[in-house]
């Protein structure tokens, strides 16, 4: 009797361990995959848009690059149950804090350089030149200035998403 008892608590425990591996594999799928629409529809709720310039005008908040998407996901399991960790992805860590939370970026006076870009029809325009470049032609200093950041948090699963993932936990385990 004894040994039936042990045998069946030995197999509750593996199905209870096996049951929480695969509620963190799937927690860890929808978790990205609820980050990744934040995405798509430009923040849940909605991101305060940007003001851009130039090449980038008309582009995504937080898109361009597609570098803040690659989001990493990890699950941690206890006796507390399953705990997920979403991470920005290795090229994103930089600048990610900022873009979640907001901020000031205060940027110090610097040394710009030019050059002239000459065309073929002899035509010439000033364009910005790095520093090993050999026609610097003018350097000047730039202003210090600040660039205030809105807190546009990415790494945000909302209330909307947590019945889906509910729904696929229990279809995950066949609870």
């Known amino acids: 009797m004894d040994e039936q008892i042990r045998k069946i608590a030995a197999k ?7 049951t929480q591996v695969k509620a963190a594999k799937t927690l860890e799928a929808e978790a990205t995959k609820s980050v990744l629409k934040n995405f798509e529809v430009g923040g849940r709720p909605a991101w305060i848009p940007s003001k851009k310039t130039g090449k980038a005008k008309g582009t995504k908040t937080l898109v ?38 907001g901020g ?11 050059r002239e870009k000459k065309y073929k029809t002899g035509r010439k325009r000033t364009v910005f030149a790095s520093k090993q470049h050999k026609r610097i032609t003018k350097e000047t200093m730039t202003k210090a200035y600040t660039i205030t950041m809105p807190a546009r948090p990415y790494l945000v699963i909302p209330p909307e998403d947590y019945s889906s993932i509910i729904n696929n936990v229990i279809q995950a385990c066949k609870i």
């Open 12 to 18: 509750l425990h593996t199905l209870k361990e096996e």
């Open 104 to 114: 000031t970026i205060n940027m110090p006076a610097r040394a710009i350089r030019f």
């Open 64 to 101: 361009v690059s597609g570098a803040m998407s690659q989001i990493q996901a990890e699950a941690s399991i206890d006796a507390n149950g399953v705990m997920i960790k979403l991470m920005p992805g290795p090229l994103a860590r930089q600048y990610s804090r900022i873009h979640q939370e």
